[in-house]
Every structure is written in C-alpha cells, then in structure tokens.
C-alpha cells in the first residue's frame, strides 16, 4: 500500500520570497511520484513528475522537486514565488507496476497563498 | 480541444434525491476516473474505466454506480444522495494505464446534498 504525507497543509509566504511544500510518501513497491496543481475554482494539473534518471525535475513555470529515496521524499521549492502561484499543490505517487490502471495516491495538499 | 468537461458545475440536491454527472473527453483516452475531493484529505477515487463498456471500484465507491455506454463519456451517479455525499466531484482520463501516465481532470462539480 502507499501513503502520502503533505507536512504543510498551509503556506504563507509573501512575494518574490523562496517557498518550499513538503512531501513524504511511504511505499512497499517503487512509485513514480508527481506534483499538481490545482488553481481557485479549477481542475488539477500536472505541475512535475519524477520517472526515473535524474532526481531533480523541473516546470515551466520556475518550480522545482527533489526525489530524495532514502528520505522518501519529494518537496517543492521555487526560489521566488508570484501572486499568481496561489493555489493548491497537491503530492501523488503511482506504483511502478499499479495492475491495470493508473492509481494515483495523493495527498491531502497545501494551501500556498502568496501575499503582497 | 477542449480536453476533460463536467456537467453541471453546481448542484444542490436533498437528501434521496438521484442525478447524474456528465464526464466527457475529447483526448481518445482509454482510461477514465472519478475522484472526490473533501478538505484535508486530497482526493479518493470512487470508480474507474479502463475502456468503453467496463467499469470498476475505487477506494470509496459506496452510493456511487458509473456507466462508460461511449469511449468519450463517464457517468457517475448517486441513487439517493446522502449528506456525507456533499464535495467536489473531479472527473480525470489518461491515455493508458500506465503509472507514468499524467492524469487530465476537468474543472470539477460542486454538490450540497441537504
């Protein structure tokens, strides 16, 4: 079975200041992990995921997230936040090998809300 | 392409009422989902389609049944609503089953069951 631990469930943070969202997860099986993001009043995105290779992955839009195995970890960070990254951020992992569909564990989320 | 769509986006209903959610995609994935979302616990699958005509029990199906009659749509209903169904209903496909695969959600509808 897997679980996924969000340490924060809110951030405050104020403009142009770095921020970092917490993520630990247990497995008993090799996941792949992902973060989304779910803006005011819409659906989930796909904001990063980790495959495989290189432990540090990276978005478009400046986020960053750091697979750590021996920590089972994968935290988010962005060096400087905008207004417009209030929204919620949500840690899931999918087992490597889920027995038929894409099972997406995900925690409960963090509420990041940037101030001026 | 507009991607995952929800019908309707709000809804109230009283208790043991029925309705039906509309899920529709136009990405030619196989595979559908219906989550929902209460606070402070992320979202929990209720059911899942792995092809036209097939369907299949998620982590808290209970009061929920789900038809997949065409590729593009996913119908979640609700027999006799209950309170303790009020939430965010997302709706969500991907490609293949795979645990790679990025999942697509639509923009969500919002019941209060009364």
């Known amino acids: 079975a897997q679980s996924v631990t969000q340490l924060d469930s809110q951030v405050p943070v104020f403009e142009e200041a770095p921020v970092e969202l917490r993520c630990n997860y247990s497995s008993s099986v090799s996941v792949y992990l992902f973060w989304y993001v779910q803006y005011p009043n819409q659906g989930l995105q796909l904001l990063l995921k980790?495959?495989?290779?290189?432990?540090l992955v990276e978005s478009i839009n400046g986020f960053e997230a750091e697979f750590n195995k021996s920590q089972t970890s994968f935290h988010l960070r962005k060096p400087s936040v905008h207004i417009s990254d209030t929204a919620e951020y949500f840690c899931a992992v999918s087992p490597m090998f889920s027995g038929g569909y894409n099972k997406l564990i995900f925690g409960a989320g963090t509420r990041l809300a940037v101030h001026p | 392409n507009a991607g995952v769509t929800q019908t309707p986006k709000f809804r109230v209903l009283k208790t043991g009422q029925s309705m039906t959610l509309l899920c529709a995609q136009d990405?030619?994935?196989?595979?559908m989902y219906w989550y929902r979302q209460d606070p402070g616990m992320g979202l929990r699958l209720i059911h899942y389609s792995v092809g036209e005509g097939t369907t299949a029990k998620g982590e808290v199906p209970d009061g929920y049944n789900v038809s997949r009659l065409k590729k593009q749509n996913f119908l979640l209903g609700l027999e006799s609503a209950a309170p303790s169904q009020t939430s965010v209903y997302f709706c969500?496909?991907?490609?293949?089953?795979?645990?790679?695969?990025?999942?697509?959600f639509g923009p969500g509808t919002r019941l209060l069951v009364l």
């Open positions: 980790y495959l495989s290779g290189s432990t």
């Open positions: 969500a496909s991907s490609y293949t089953g795979a645990g790679l695969e990025t999942q697509y």
């Open positions: 990405m030619n994935h196989e595979y």
